[in-house]
């Protein structure tokens, strides 16, 4: 079984930056293609960023391409998200998903987390 724990949501103002991260329960941690996805109020979960198994690879939706930044440590089964500029329609629960194979679909990945609010303020 693999369990996932986020943390590092918060309130921020437009223009701030915050860290989440996702400790990921279980020995196949480096093994698994890890993704954030997140869902504001009355919409769709949407995808984020992925990242592959060893962090050489990494993909992001273009509405947080050149803000966000994934990266994982395998050594502490931690995967992160480090998001900068952030605005206001970045509010929405965050959550962190593992996968095999290099989905972008929410469907296809098998554990989530329970999700971490982030609000950002104008």
């Known amino acids: 079984q693999v369990q996932l724990v986020e943390s590092g949501g918060g309130l921020v103002q437009a223009g701030g930056s915050l860290r989440l991260s996702c400790v990921v329960s279980g020995r196949t941690f480096s093994s698994y293609v890890m993704g954030w996805f997140r869902q504001a109020p009355g919409k769709e979960r949407e995808f984020a960023a992925r990242?592959?198994?060893?962090?050489?690879?990494?993909y992001y939706a273009d509405s947080v391409k050149g803000r966000f930044a994934i990266s994982r440590d395998n050594a502490k089964n931690t995967v992160y998200l480090q998001m900068n500029s952030l605005k206001p329609e970045d509010t929405a629960v965050y959550y962190c998903a593992a996968a095999r194979g290099w989905p972008s679909d929410y469907s296809m990945y098998d554990y989530w987390g329970q999700g971490t609010q982030v609000t950002v303020s104008s």
């Open positions: 990242i592959n198994w060893s962090g050489s690879n990494t």
